[in-house]
């Protein structure tokens, strides 16, 4: 294989698909990136059997040709070349790197010995705005499950029905929900998508204005431009968690997310010794809510914050990390805020008339 490329395209195609290399130490292939020659132009690729991430770039082919070599030792080594091309050229079970004043010769192994990327038909594609679903990944992906023992929580249930896709993934203790508008979506689906690979999947997603979503009966693939992304699908079914979303609330506020993040992450100072949790008791005489946290060893602590349309005098108590997560999640300047009593799920909304019925996040409550 004789290849010349640009530094700049190369590095950032490296970059891309080599987060995922190295991460199986029972096959020591899997730390290395596929390079292969595909019609003219150049196809990295990286797998650790979970996801598969690949890349296109241009390239001026001379001789036809494949090699895997080590992930890290050939991104860190390209992204620290100056601008300009490069020539790639194998020999045997190595590749000469090659530019102006820089040359070197890495050690690879045999391309036949690279596992099978995974390939789904481009069927019906399900096609979104790629800033769109890059926020609701950002959004609902953090609220997913880390515990391998229920391996579906560990997971995001994307649904498509009615020219809306859902998302949505919850812990048992938290849920996140984020529903998009499609112009189609064809036949109606429900698959449960590694929290992991939606979240790798995000960090491709680049200046492309659409996205495009396959899915077979074991596999999903995200295209975006020349990148694309396959994952596994994980087995089973998962929780109903719609009958959790409480219709209303007796309890109410709105009141500015950056303000109420402040007075959490203040309280949580105090609440590192008792399982996070912080009390919140709402004043509707005063239009304000407190939080108050307390430690035996540091001490206690109580935050004031005024509110608007505060309905009712009440109490909650919740672990802080997830208030603290949800706020940083959830998209604008001012959230709803709602409960009913100390044994009801937190139910917090963004308020936007673009946002209102589409972003969710629910907090179950600690017993105090």
């Given at each position: 294989m004789k290849v010349q490329v640009t530094q700049e395209n190369l590095a950032s195609a490296l970059q891309s698909v080599s987060r995922i290399a190295g991460r199986n130490t029972g096959l020591p292939i899997l730390g290395n990136v596929l390079i292969r020659t595909v019609n003219n132009r150049l196809f990295i690729a990286a797998t650790n059997l979970e996801i598969a991430i690949t890349e296109y770039i241009g390239a001026k082919v001379i001789d036809e040709g494949e090699i895997t070599v080590p992930a890290k030792l050939v991104s860190d080594f390209v992204a620290n070349l100056p601008p300009g091309n490069v020539d790639l050229s194998v020999e045997g079970t190595s590749l000469a790197i090659a530019e102006a004043n820089y040359s070197s010769t890495v050690h690879g192994m045999a391309a036949s010995d690279f596992p099978s990327i995974p390939t789904i038909e481009n069927t019906n594609p399900v096609e979104m705005n790629s800033d769109l679903f890059k926020d609701a990944i950002s959004q609902v992906a953090g609220a997913a499950s880390t515990d391998e023992t229920r391996p579906v929580l560990t997971g995001v249930v994307l649904k498509l029905t009615d020219n809306?896709?859902?998302?949505?993934?919850?812990?048992?203790?938290?849920?996140?929900?984020?529903?998009?508008?499609?112009?189609?979506?064809?036949?109606?689906?429900?698959?449960?998508?590694?929290?992991?690979?939606?979240?790798?999947?995000?960090?491709l997603i680049g200046s492309e204005e659409k996205v495009q979503l396959f899915i077979d009966e074991d596999q999903v693939k995200f295209v975006c431009g020349d990148r694309e992304a396959?994952?596994?699908?994980?087995?089973?079914?998962?929780?109903?968690?719609?009958?959790?979303?409480?219709?209303?609330?007796?309890?109410?506020?709105?009141?500015?997310?950056?303000?109420?993040?402040?007075?959490?992450?203040?309280?949580?100072?105090?609440?590192?010794?008792?399982?996070?949790?912080?009390?919140?008791?709402?004043?509707?005489?005063?239009?304000?809510?407190?939080?108050?946290?307390?430690?035996a060893q540091v001490g206690d602590n109580t935050s004031s914050l005024e509110v608007q349309g505060l309905d009712n005098d009440d109490q909650v108590t919740f672990n802080a990390r997830y208030l603290i997560e949800a706020l940083q999640a959830l998209p604008g300047e001012q959230i709803n805020f709602g409960f009913s009593g100390k044994l009801a799920a937190c139910v917090i909304r963004p308020v936007s008339k673009s946002n209102a019925q589409t972003d969710l996040y629910l907090i179950m409550p600690l017993r105090s």
């Open positions: 809306k896709l859902r998302l949505a993934a919850t812990d048992s203790y938290r849920l996140a929900e984020k529903v998009l508008s499609l112009q189609s979506t064809g036949e109606q689906k429900s698959v449960i998508i590694p929290a992991r690979s939606l979240q790798e999947f995000n960090k396959t994952s596994r699908l994980i087995e089973g079914s998962y929780p109903d968690y719609e009958q959790l979303l409480p219709n209303e609330t007796k309890t109410s506020f709105t009141v500015s997310r950056n303000e109420l993040l402040r007075i959490t992450k203040i309280s949580s100072l105090f609440a590192k010794d008792s399982a996070g949790s912080v009390t919140l008791n709402t004043d509707k005489s005063k239009s304000a809510i407190t939080l108050s946290s307390t430690t």
